[in-house]
């Protein structure tokens, strides 16, 4: 089997960019690189308010594998293409919910038996060509924080995150995606921290209170 697709005249710019070929169904070549985020950055560590209970990353269906995802926007904008030589160690999903994690973990209430639930569906996380030798990573995620017990819906927010990639391919993909989450992070818990803020300024204390209940 070709290491690429076979791609129109117009086109050849990718074989110098060594993307990698595409299919419903990508298989990796036989010596693949695996790929996550490396350590993350502390700064993105902090406590919060009131206690969560759980923290979950729900990935959309076409996330639900370790392929590394790209797009070319410029040529063929609606169709998702796969890296041949390199990989998730896990699903984008279950990395995000890690980096998530993380980001709380100095939070003595992050691992409380009681307190709310923070979902998070995760629906975008590729690589998107502009043009040849420019791309950039996105992220696109959902957040709702679910109270105790009922997992009635307290608060929701939409995220989205770009940044670009250093390199036009998948090294500089991942660091462009890497960077991503970690902005995401930054975002979610200063969404988290302002709910927190609105809620003491309330007759029972809104949102601590409810998390707490």
């Known amino acids: 089997m070709p290491k690429y697709c076979q791609l129109r005249p117009l086109m050849p710019v990718l074989l110098a960019l060594a993307l990698a ?91 409380s038996s009681s307190g709310c639930r923070l979902r998070v569906d995760l629906d975008e996380f590729v690589q998107i060509f502009d043009e040849a030798g420019r791309s950039r990573g996105i992220v696109e995620a959902r957040a709702a924080l679910l109270a105790p017990r009922t997992d009635q819906l307290i608060a929701t927010r ?33 969404w988290l921290e302002a709910l927190d803020k609105e809620g003491a300024a309330r007759p029972g204390g809104g949102v601590r209170a409810r998390c707490s209940a």
């Open 158 to 190: 939409g995220f989205a995150v770009t940044r670009p990639a250093p390199t036009p391919d998948a090294v500089g993909g991942v660091m462009a995606l890497r960077e991503g989450v970690l902005q995401l992070n930054r975002e979610l818990l200063d």
């Open 21 to 111: 070929a595409c299919g419903s169904l990508p298989k990796a070549a036989p010596n693949y690189s695996v790929h996550d985020f490396g350590p993350l950055d502390s700064a993105t560590l902090r406590p919060l308010g009131f206690p969560i209970r759980s923290a979950e990353v729900v990935p959309a269906p076409w996330l639900a594998s370790t392929a590394m995802q790209y797009r070319l926007a410029y040529a063929q904008p609606t169709r998702r293409q796969f890296y041949l030589e390199s990989r998730w160690v896990g699903q984008p999903g279950q990395l995000v919910e890690l980096a998530v994690k993380r980001s709380m973990k100095t939070s003595e209430t992050a691992v």
